[in-house]
């Protein structure tokens, strides 16, 4: 017999481990997301869902040089992030505004990648991220000193 606990009783269980989740292993590998709190964040299904980030005309910009965005992006954990802002002329990046959000439930994670590197107006590096296995979407957000705000989503499968 298989327990199946509801989205309420898995949430409530990954709030009792604020640590667990951002625990970094003596290999150097910063797990960001715990395996239930894929499940209770609904990764699959934020994997699943129509975008909500939208275009906007004049906003800064967010360039993921790795992984490799691509249609169908299968990644091995651990995987390295590496991001780069693109300010508009007017105005330069606040690196405070960075925010990392997890999941169909939208699980803010900025803490646990804050916890090993820094935002800086240009970006950020992230080596050996380690993300349960199965599909997952996370979308990246910045705003720059006139308050516009900058989007990216990423969607990938971690085999």
Do not use: N, W
Request: glycine share 6%.
């Amino acid at each position: 017999m298989s327990l199946r606990l509801p989205a309420i009783a898995l949430c409530a269980l990954c709030l009792l481990q604020p640590l667990a989740a951002s625990a970094q292993s003596a290999s150097g590998i910063v797990e960001l997301v715990t395996p239930a709190e894929a499940i209770a964040y609904q990764g699959a299904l934020g994997y699943a869902q129509e975008s909500e980030v939208r275009m906007r005309g004049a906003a800064p910009g967010i360039d993921v040089l790795a992984p490799q965005p691509a249609a169908d992006l299968k990644l091995k954990a651990p995987f390295a992030i590496d991001v780069r802002f693109q300010p508009l002329a007017d105005a330069a990046i606040v690196p405070g505004s960075f925010r990392v959000l997890y999941g169909a439930l939208k699980l803010d994670i900025t803490s646990r990648v804050a916890r090993f590197v820094q935002p800086t107006p240009t970006g950020f590096t992230l080596d050996k991220v380690q993300i349960p296995a199965g599909r997952h979407k996370v979308v990246l957000q910045v705003q720059d000193e006139r308050q516009r705000l900058a989007e990216k989503e990423l969607r990938f499968e971690v085999e």
